[in-house]
């Protein structure tokens, strides 16, 4: 089985390179990576030109740029990571191993980029949280059958939470694969804005995106 990589981008010239570079190693063994930009104004396409296989155009937001570049797909199994993503050389085989059925999907256990011992327990309780749940976030490198995202109808079009709702979506087929590899994800986020005012808002959009609000509302927080 073919995967086919899939990484939204805007304005990630600074890591792109060091992102895509890890992935290599799955080119050389057939698998396809592709960038949907959602237009970058600085040289995104330029440094990950000759590291991907396509480099597409959408709109801009994540749900967006990524069922457009599952539309234009051609692996079986879709794979998406987040351009602040690093993963292991070996990954795909580790994925292929496990997802070889029609409606196969999971996601991966993350590790945050920082040395901040409160980063362990965030990472831990994230991982720990989606177990409990069935529910994947993009950190994770969500990976689905082609058959499977198609069905579901793939992403909702909305600018926040589309993984919540996507998790959903499948965890109504079947609950997710969550392996213990793990993603390396930048925890600049974590860092700038502070780790437990992150937790915070991260908690406080997930309640409130729970009790109704929506997402359009809560992105405006988030951002």
Known sequence: MRLSIVIPARNEAAGIAAALQPLQALRSRG???MLVDGGSEDETLQRAAALVDRCIAAPPGRARQINAGAAAASGDILWFLHA?????PDSDRILLAV???TDCWGRFDVRLSG???LLRLVERLMNLRSRLTGIATGDQGIFVTRELFERVGGFPDIPL???IELSKRLRAVRR???LRQQL????RRWEEQGIVRTIGLMWALRLAYFLGVPAERLAVRYD
């Open 31 to 33: 698998h396809e990576v």
């Open 99 to 101: 997802c070889g059925q």
């Open 84 to 88: 602040d993503t690093r993963v292991a």
């Open 184 to 187: 390396l994800t930048s925890s």
């Open 115 to 117: 040395r901040q011992p």
């Open 176 to 178: 997710p694969l969550c």
């Open 161 to 163: 939470m589309e993984d």
